[in-house]
């Protein structure tokens, strides 16, 4: 009888060129069940402090959750972290699609990756097995291509192949990785980690399935196909499917907090131009990762003024928002060709184009000269032709790109002239698209999430509003009782965020997207508590499960103080305290002092010290992890 | 109730965005309501069948306005756009 895991993890030494199979017990997986948590756990123990990330000591672990390719709806994911070249502190991303079911159905639940190739290579693994197999031959190539000669190769046309693009092969910082060239682990640039490696790619094909591992097979399958059946009787996951997240732009415009202009204004004049209705023209179909019900994943296709084919995802809608209204470009083929771009050449949407709309913000201030800075590209507010022009030069680092492949942390140091106010990062990170003046929980999470501004650590605000609506309902299993106007930041919106944290890091732990548990969507509190005791035969409870999410926050915390990360980090970027120019929420800003309080309130229930923003040793031991307070990362006994 | 409105003298035009489609006719998220007198925006949602709950943005005539407000009524050929607490993706 299983435990939802194969307890086994796969090593390469790129250094050495050789890999090892690990095991663990049922024990050890109870406590790091799985993606961010079992990942964590690795790095802690295994990357020397300060190790450069992008040279060999960085470790890259890559670890499919506790669920991951069970049949039920969104239990898709895996993580990818290590040290982070963006942000120097614990690089974090998760995606969904095919490839994690897979390693799990080969018979792994991670792999690690360490040292440095002498060439490029790429990693067949199959059913437990793992070569590290030459790609010369594939270096340089775009990622079609690369997909294409791997199952070439193999014989194995189903072969799932998570790779890199030409960015991550050129290290820039905010390198994605894609698997099936759909799913993409965008943020903290985890490709240009796994390209400083000398990896472009990582394929797998398992021949197992996942209720071989569970302990309670027909309770996990009827509960799965229970959860399938019902995915179109709730508001949200409904939603999702029928519009998947480029329905999301009208409603934020219309409340005021769709990003424009570089977080400017929260609301588009030009919003019909990105909104649902232009997007759905040109909607070619719905895609879905494995085993999902959801199926929220758009595709685009269309040869207009510009040609877009179906090879890739998207554009979701943080592209949307992100090339769009933040750069004040109002054609929705305009952005789906420049998403097809990034995916194309390997870097994530939001990054890139977060660190567009900034430099387009500082050619308009006069501190970066087109001409001078950017070898004439005319990046400025709603120059989309130049958006077009400056992807594939950020990917290569040439020309303007050289400056733009930076992000945006790093050139607002390069330029100065008071830029770092509105360069919209955190810890070197670009915001997502949310406009956090108007839901302040989502603020709290920008500022104090180890990997930086990030919008999936946390609830968002508006869904705790109204304790009559779906979600709140939905939340309420979680312990969460009152509501909470959206710009409110006292002692309940903190709870609400404490509570939302743990939640959302048990998601990643367990490897279920973000669209499905409640309050977010349709799987309800007690059915994943119902799952992952029908995966395991564990009598887990709620605040079991909180707690193992919280374990895994508090190691990324450990991993970022270690390499000097404290307090300080924890910030948002000015322009966040000024206010709004535009829309309807003109003129409200985030109070400096109310923040600051909201954030020692919200150490004080972590048990973090409010002074440096460290986990207690007390908190460090009630959570099981003492053995992270040795320094080194390793354990203590 | 018929929501094309054969026969009624006042329609509205309805516009739910997001989730907020699921309560429509069909489940549709844009349709024409027929009323049959000027009603307050409360009367009007609940006989739409969207739970007020729900809507955290609501614009009449692509206004933004409090929906709690008593005054605010709906007449011959308005529009209103309800929006739902959208949230993170």
Known sequence: ?637 | MDCDGVGQALRVKVHLWGELGFYGPGKRGRFEFPIDHEMPVSDALRLIGVPEADVAVFALNREVVRLGDPTLTVADDDRIDCFPPTSGG
């Open chain 1, 1 to 637: 009888m299983g435990f939802g895991s194969n307890g086994t993890i796969l090593r390469v030494d790129l250094t050495a060129g050789t890999t090892a199979v690990e095991t663990f017990d049922e024990a050890f997986y109870r406590r790091y069940p799985g993606g961010k948590a079992l990942a964590a756990y690795h790095l802690l123990r295994e990357m020397p402090a300060g190790a450069d990330p992008l040279g060999p000591d960085n470790v890259l672990v890559l670890a499919t959750g506790l669920l991951t390719g069970a049949p039920v709806s969104t239990a898709t994911r895996f993580n990818a972290i290590a040290r982070s070249p963006l942000t120097g502190g614990f690089g974090e991303s998760e995606a969904g699609g095919y490839w994690g079911p897979e390693l799990k159905m080969a018979g792994l639940d991670a792999v690690i990756l360490t040292g440095r190739s002498p060439r490029p290579v790429w990693i067949w693994i199959r059913d437990g097995q793992a070569e590290i197999r030459d790609a010369r031959n594939l270096w340089g190539q775009d990622p079609p291509t690369v997909q294409a000669a791997i199952r070439e190769e193999t014989g194995e046309k189903n072969a799932r192949v998570l790779q890199i693009g030409r960015a991550g092969e050129n290290l820039v910082p905010y390198a994605m990785l894609m698997n099936d060239l759909r799913h993409y682990n965008g943020r903290t640039g985890m490709g240009a980690v796994m390209g400083s490696k000398n990896v472009r790619a990582i394929a797998v094909k398992g021949s197992s399935r996942y209720l071989q591992l569970a302990h309670d097979p027909a309770a996990l399958g009827k509960l799965g196909k229970g959860l399938s059946e019902r995915v179109t009787e709730h508001p949200q996951s409904w939603d999702l499917r029928t519009k998947g997240t480029p329905g999301l732009t009208d409603g934020l415009n219309a409340a005021g907090i769709l990003p424009t202009r570089n977080f400017r204004q929260g609301s588009f004049e030009q919003v019909e131009g990105i909104g649902f209705a232009a997007f759905e023209a040109i909607r070619s179909a719905t895609r879905t990762c494995y085993a999902c019900a959801v199926r929220c994943k758009p595709e685009t296709a269309f040869e207009d003024r510009y040609r877009v084919t179906d090879t890739y995802d998207g554009p979701e809608y943080e592209a949307i928002a992100g090339f769009g209204s933040n750069c004040a470009i109002f054609d929705i083929q305009l952005v789906a060709k420049a998403n097809e771009l990034c995916n194309e050449v390997g870097i994530d949407v939001i990054s890139a184009a977060g660190t567009v709309a900034f430099v387009m913000e500082c050619v308009e201030h006069g501190l970066i000269d087109v001409e001078r800075d950017l070898g004439g590209l005319d990046l400025r507010f709603g120059n989309g032709e130049a958006v077009l022009e400056a992807i594939p030069l950020i990917a290569d680092r040439r020309g303007a790109g050289e400056l733009l492949a930076l992000g945006s942390r790093a050139i607002a140091e390069r330029v100065g002239g008071g830029s770092e106010a509105w360069a919209m990062q955190v810890k070197g990170l670009e915001l997502a698209m949310h406009e956090p003046r108007g839901k302040v929980g989502v603020a709290l999470g920008y500022a104090t999430n180890e990997a930086g501004a990030d919008h999936l650590v946390g609830f968002h605000d508006p869904i705790f509003v109204n304790p009559e609506s779906v979600p709140f309902k939905g939340a309420m299993p979680l312990g969460i009782t009152e509501p909470s106007p959206a710009r409110d930041l006292g002692p309940v919106k903190v709870g609400i965020w404490y509570t939302g944290e743990r939640w959302n890091s048990a998601e990643k732990v367990l490897g279920l997207c973000f669209f499905g548990p409640a309050p977010r969507s349709f799987i309800q509190v007690e059915e994943v508590v119902a799952a992952v005791h029908a995966a395991t035969g564990w009598d887990v409870t709620v605040d079991e499960l909180l707690e193992i999410g919280e374990r895994a926050v508090n190691m990324a915390r450990v991993f970022n103080v270690r390499e000097g990360f404290d307090r300080r980090a924890d910030k948002l970027p000015e322009r966040l305290h000024l206010p709004l120019e535009g829309g309807p929420l003109t003129g409200v800003s985030i109070d400096r002092q109310e923040f600051e309080a909201a954030i020692s309130a919200l150490y004080t229930l972590k048990g973090w010290d409010p002074a440096t923003g460290a986990p207690t040793p007390e908190r460090l031991e009630r959570l099981g992890l003492e053995w992270t307070a040795t320094g080194s990362g390793k354990p203590s006994a």
